[in-house]
């Protein structure tokens, strides 16, 4: 054991591999991008789209408001009325060119960070916050809107998603499903076990990873060795990398992944290369691990600039449309904000509502046990 | 069917069979549960029946096999997944803790997850490290979990029809020491709900409360004693989570005297837990403190020395003697 690790370490401490390693976006290929960060339409043989105008303002309107959403959770957060929040600050692209992609009757598995996969999927953003809020663990009914609750233990959920295609498969039905996850959830076994269950049966689904380059404090080298993509070879399925700041490009991408899936062809892995440009959560400081700079290249690149950009250049969208949607996202931001800080506490007997599906004798034994000591405090005149 | 003699793996594979030919939507997953019809042959015969989309070979995966019922189940499916064995099941721990468990209550009761995760568990066959484990008070802690095992081939196959049926995750602990042992089984007659105990032998002088493998040791216990002019009840827990605690207050008000026997450790066991409970509901009817029979807090021994780590027939007798001599 010690010889062998002794004798796998040696030649990479002097091998040109560990520089390569180390600055992952040297050496890796291109990804696919349809949009540069300029704002100029460019094509790519594989992946080729072509959205009407009505199309693209609506793509830019979802950013737009899904942005302006994050924010206010976020200064929400800052206020008292939220315990934590996770932003999706520059994923923007990432989130709803995916999402855009997804048929009413495909079903999401999203992590915890995924808000603006919910808009596409007419989750009201104000059902997304109780659990940050801490009012709920999933304040909405999954099967509405075909996107599962929020899984904060990253992976797990890629598991639930592979799961729900082989039941897809099973029905028949020609619907897709997509797990969304992170390039530090890429690391846990849960999903390299995805991999392999969903390469075995054959699973219509559809894994999207944002690597958003930071999980917490831990960048990409921390996580991987290759480039993430470049996985699903090894599993028997197809991996692309994607400029997941393009929203074009991440809608193309993950529409021919769904199709792929719906066609019965199995799951496809998708790596969307964006940035975390905010915090990992609210709770945490980026400026202790990542520097300014870094954060400055990406900034370059957003999402919503560069398809501002080509909106202007196209003629597709002018002064009014522009000055509207302001409007429209400065009204969703207040009614957010009414909307949480009106949100009641749960009442407290609600903790043994819904322990068991069938019930339990023991929880209604302390929920009676609770309720009368609750009780006593009413009888002592309190 | 009239009464049937038949061993216990047959009445759970025979459950089984019932189960997949009742609901559509009911699944077998594991690791060679098809052709092999499982190592202990369980499922045998089932894949050929039901055929290789519901009798499922699974990758060698445990939290890829719960993880990926629980997709299922999400889908409206009623997955009973095979953990090869006890000391296999830590993999999957993780999707069955965190997911398992908790998602109904995550969903505000809107999500469902009818998931029967079979475990042959416990010790007594002469097996390697991994394979003689009594984990389930690892998963009877867990909110969320109903935790049960069946001790004769009748509970075997009823239980089985009851937890597949049932809208929460049931851990189902099949005490494989007990696999070949043969029971009257009545296909037509439910001997009582999943989660109640059931008096497997009456009597008046203290109460021997076990499950699984256990209760036949205690049968045994409560014969010898017999001899002895002592008279045992014994109680068979059937379900670890909930427990029938009304059931053990039942007993013991009417003996005055409890042992608690499992296989498992007795730190932080299911014994002690019934000691608590029943000690702050009978206080005034103890002769004795609850006394508990179980496994040390080591790891499970190497094959030739279970036997010392195993409770045993002299071991009940042993505390049976000390609580009668308060």
Known sequence: MTVESTAARKPRRSSKRTSAAK????????????????????????????????????????????????AEA????????????????????????????????????????????????????TNLLGMFRGVNHGGWDPTTNNFHLYTIVIG????????????????????????????????QGDVAEAFTFSAVYNAPVVFFCQNNQW???????????????????????????VDGNDVLACLAVTRSALERARRGEG???????TYRMGAHTTSDDPTKYRADEERAAWEAKDPILRLRAYLEKQGLADAAFFTALEEESETLGKRVREVVRAMPDPDRLAIFDHAYADGSPLVDEERAQFAAYQASFAEEGN | MAMEKMSLAKALNESLRKALETDPKVLIMGEDVGKLGGVFRITDGLQKDFGEDRVIDTPLAESGIVGTAIGLALRGYRPVVEIQFDGFVFPAYDQIVTQLAKMHARSLGKIKLPVVVRIPYGGGIGAVEHHSESPEALFAHVAGLKVVSPSNASDAYWMMQQAVQS?????????????????????????????????????SDLTLAAYGPMVKVCLEA???????????????????????????????????????????????GSGAEIAARITERCFYHLEAPVLRVGGYHVPYPPARLEDEYLPGLDRVLDAVDRSLAY
């Open chain 2, 222 to 268: 409560a014969a010898a004693a017999q001899e002895e002019g002592k008279s045992l009840e014994v109680l068979d827990l059937r379900s670890m989570s909930p427990i029938d605690f009304d059931a053990v207050q039942t007993s013991v008000e009417k003996t005055g005297r409890l042992v608690v026997v499992h296989e498992a450790p007795v730190f932080y």
């Open chain 1, 267 to 273: 799951p496809t892995l998708v790596e969307a290369f």
């Open chain 2, 167 to 203: 809208d929460d995750p049931i851990i189902f602990f099949e005490p494989k020491r007990r696999y070949w042992d043969k029971g009257e089984l009545d296909t037509e007659s439910i001997p009582g709900p999943l989660h109640k105990a059931a008096v497997a032998r009456e009597g």
């Open chain 1, 215 to 241: 999980a917490i404090s831990e960048p990409t080298e921390k996580q991987m060795r290759v480039p993430l993509y470049q996985r699903a070879q090894g599993f028997g399925f197809p991996g692309v990398r």
């Open chain 1, 156 to 187: 797990s959920q890629t598991l639930h998603a592979t799961g729900y295609a082989m039941g897809v498969a099973k029905d028949g039905a020609d619907s897709a499903v997509i797990a969304y996850f992170g390039d530090g959830a890429s690391s």
């Open chain 1, 23 to 70: 600055t992952p976006q040297s050496s890796e290929p291109q990804l696919v991008q349809l949009l540069t960060p300029e704002g100029e339409r460019v094509e790519h043989p594989d992946y080729a789209i072509d959205l009407s105008g009505d199309e693209l303002r609506g793509l830019y309107r979802d950013m737009v408001l899904t942005r302006r959403f994050d």
């Open chain 1, 74 to 125: 976020t200064a929400l957060q800052r206020q008292g009325e939220l315990g934590l929040w996770a932003s999706l600050l520059g994923q923007e692209a990432a989130q709803i060119g995916s999402g855009r992609a997804l048929r009413d009757d495909d079903y999401v598995f999203p992590t915890y960070r995924e808000h603006g996969v919910a808009w596409c999927r007419g989750v009201d953003p």
